[in-house]
């Protein structure tokens, strides 16, 4: 079943199209990456998906509901960090997740216990009693991630949430969303840290100039750009002849002096292949020093998508 | 809230014994004079720069996805602003009086409660038009102007028609009262689009 709907999102900033006819959909329990260069319109899709702002056209539901209407943000439990997140700064760290707290429904008891455990878990407890204008930016976007999780919520909308933190801090939200998402949480996230969607997300929408261009799993996108994995040799000197090398289905280049590499022309049986390719360079002569294996990353797919060699 | 509570009288007092010459005038009436004037400037323009910094900010985001109106944010800081205002002032003329009743042995009750219709007066339309300014603008400093200049003035414009006897200081108090009334609709409207954008 699937927790967010996006069909044929329209929205206008004034004669500017900023979202073309989008249409994305993200299964329950998953994590859904969002990815696309800077203005494709990735934060306008999420504020449109959470009712924040308006749009001229189209459909976005949240398990099953509408987000700009106030029934729904009362029944569903949505939990979201913007991509700068703010708040009134004369207010303290517990002030704030109070705050949100009780607007969200929860209470009391069970309110102060969740105050202590989202506070203890992102390791800001020592930051209880300080104003905000006193934190610095990662501790605020950690008080945004806080703010998000308070109350459980079923779907967590998380817009470039690891923008501003440093790498500790990174490894932990990571964990976190893997937890979340091993509750059954669903989480859609948009971020220009490729390695990070690569980690988290399930499957990932990637947007250009406000319109999808792809939406499903990463292993279909690297089928789309038809990158292949390729075998990177080391070479300690040019006497060998690769060139006289002649097996069937293997494609060896120089791209530089000193390396070689090779492609394999159908997908690759890369663990029964690459001994006969060593073999075969070590007897035309070839003196290797080193040989790596490199499978596209979700960075150079996404480089070859956007970059318009697809 | 602590600093209005105690620097408003403190403020008052001091411009008493400082200024030479007031002809006898009771501290009570003084403060009435100073406490209208004060009260309106003080709550409007730190609304209207709150408003626009936290706007600007994108502070108001986080509860826009959780069940609460737009309007209702607005409503909610005007007048938590203008209960303040009004507490210290009433808090400042009440001191201000009890001086002059150990002082003179007398306390001008209608004075008194006109003086606190004019500051309530004061308060709400100044307040009410800096919550528009803050709903409208992106600028602090062309806000704080704005609200300075059209919500102070449109104040002292109704509360001098009762002290110029146009008419009844609980008329001026009343016809002030629907004015800020209808420029807080309006700025809800301009809110809720701004936000929307």
């Not at chain 1, 001994?275 to 960075?299: Q, T, V, W, Y």
């Amino acid at each position: 079943m699937e927790a967010i709907i996006i069909e044929e999102l329209v929205k206008k900033y004034g004669p500017t199209v900023a979202v073309d006819h989008a249409s994305l959909k993200v299964e329950e329990g998953t994590v859904f990456g969002l990815i696309g260069p800077n203005g494709a319109g990735k934060s306008t899709i999420i504020r449109s998906l959470l009712g924040i702002i308006p749009y001229q056209g189209g459909k976005v539901l949240i398990s099953g509901m509408d987000m700009a209407d106030a029934d729904a943000q009362r029944k569903l439990k949505v939990g979201y960090l913007p991509q700068k997140a703010a708040f009134q700064e004369w207010r303290t760290t517990e002030q704030v997740l109070l705050t949100f707290g009780r607007l969200s429904g929860l209470e009391r008891e069970h309110l102060r216990n969740r105050v202590d455990e989202v506070l203890d878990q992102l390791g800001i407890e020592e930051y209880r009693g300080r104003k905000v204008n006193k934190l610095s930016g990662g501790t605020v976007q950690k008080l945004g991630f806080a703010q998000a999780i308070l109350h459980e919520p079923s779907v967590l909308v998380l817009d470039e949430p690891m923008a501003s933190l440093d790498p500790a801090s990174r490894f932990q939200f990571k964990k976190m969303i893997k937890d979340l998402r091993a509750s059954g949480t669903t989480v859609l996230f948009s971020s220009h840290i490729l390695s990070d969607i690569e980690d988290l997300a399930d499957s990932v929408g990637l947007l250009q100039y406000g319109k999808v261009r792809y939406s499903g799993p990463i292993s279909g996108l690297e089928k789309k750009v038809a990158l292949r994995s390729e075998l990177v040799v080391e070479l300690a000197d040019e006497r060998g002849d690769w060139r006289s090398i002649n097996m069937p289905g293997v494609d060896i280049r120089q791209p530089s002096p000193g390396y070689l590499v090779v492609h394999l022309d159908g997908p690759g049986q890369w663990d029964e292949v690459t001994p006969r390719i060593m073999e075969a360079l070590m007897r035309a002569g070839c003196n290797i020093r080193s040989f790596n294996r490199h499978d596209p990353k979700l960075e150079d797919v996404y480089m070859a998508y956007v970059g318009g060699s697809n | 809230m602590a600093i209005l509570f105690i620097g408003m009288p403190l403020v008052a007092l001091l411009l008493y014994l400082l200024t030479p010459d007031l002809g006898g005038m009771p501290l009570g009436a003084f403060t009435a004079v100073m406490i209208s004037s004060m009260a309106g400037l003080l709550a409007s323009t730190t609304l209207s720069v709150n408003i626009i910094n936290e706007r600007t900010q994108g502070v108001y985001d986080l509860f826009l996805v959780r069940p609460v109106k737009r309007s209702h944010l607005l409503l909610a800081k005007y007048i938590a602003v203008v209960a303040c205002v009004v507490a210290a002032a009433v808090l400042a003329l009440l001191l201000a009086n009890g001086y002059d009743w150990l002082d003179r042995g007398t306390v001008d009750a209608a004075a008194l409660g006109q003086a606190l219709m004019v500051t309530i007066t004061m308060a709400c339309v100044s307040c009410a038009v800096a919550v528009l300014v803050g709903s409208l603008l992106r600028s602090v400093l062309v806000g704080v102007i704005l609200t300075l200049y059209a919500g102070n003035q449109l104040s002292a414009v109704i509360v001098l028609s009762s002290l110029q006897n146009v008419m009844s200081t609980e008329a001026a108090t009343a016809i002030g009262l629907g004015i800020a009334a209808i420029v807080l609709c309006l700025a809800a409207v301009v809110f809720g689009r701004r936000l929307s954008s």
